[in-house]
T-cell receptor, first 114, second 117 residues
């Protein structure tokens, strides 16, 4: 069974540009989560999508946005890039069942803003 | 207040020895789950072990076990017989079951484990 996939692996942008990151969840998973991990820091929750709807949002400015498609894949868009947006962006997926289930993570997209 | 606290920024252990990574949590919800993830230098987060708040027994997965002390709100990860490949960053995380539904995962800041030969 294929795991969570993310593309691209690396992305280099300059300040003010827009970045688009993509995530495909494990087959059958309906929830997709996005996290930011800046260098030396833990994971900061960005966005949670389930069944095409945004369920929760972390403490990030509106220039961080995303969407989930009918096939449950997801996009994270970062507008007006700033230097501090340089980080590893991790996507995770899970299936919401009765009880609490683990999230399975993708390999991440490393975004560098110059 | 932090929901997940990992007080050890770094830990060193010799190969084949056991090591305990500390994690304390803060929640008022009766239903929650605790997770440990491993993050090697490649960046991918690898799920290790899960403990539900209502689970009576401590979770175990191979060389990993979770020392769950509910009254003390601690969920320490124990790695037995450390291997060189265990060198990585380890994150403790919690997911709460709120009235509005499931919350997202809250992560601690992590503990860097280095295993020496």
């Amino acid at each position: 069974e294929a795991g969570v996939t993310q593309s691209p692996t690396h992305l280099i942008k300059t300040r003010g540009q827009q970045a688009t990151l993509r995530c495909s969840p494990i087959s059958g998973h309906t929830s997709v989560y996005w996290y930011q991990q800046a260098l030396g820091l833990g994971l900061q929750f960005l966005l949670w999508y389930d069944e095409g709807e945004e369920r929760n949002r972390g403490n990030f400015p509106p220039r961080f946005s995303g969407r989930q498609f009918p096939n449950y894949s997801s996009e994270l868009n970062v507008n007006a890039l700033e230097l501090e947006d340089s980080a590893l962006y991790l996507c995770a997926s899970s299936l919401i069942l009765a009880g609490i289930t683990e999230q399975f993570f993708g390999p991440g997209t490393r975004l560098t803003v110059l | 207040a932090q929901k997940i606290t990992q007080t050890q920024p770094g830990m060193f252990v010799q190969e084949k020895e056991a090591v305990t990574l500390d994690c304390t949590y803060d929640t008022s919800d009766p239903s929650y789950g605790l997770f440990w993830y491993k993050q090697p230098s490649s960046g991918e987060m690898i799920f290790l072990i899960y403990q539900g708040s209502y689970d009576q027994q401590n979770a175990t997965e191979g060389r990993y076990s979770l020392n769950f002390q509910k009254a003390r709100k601690s969920a320490n990860l124990v790695i037995s017989a450390s291997q060189l490949g265990d060198s990585a960053m380890y994150f403790c995380a919690m997911r709460e079951m709120m009235n509005s539904g499931y919350s997202t995962l809250t992560f601690g800041k992590g503990t860097m484990l280095l295993v020496s030969p």
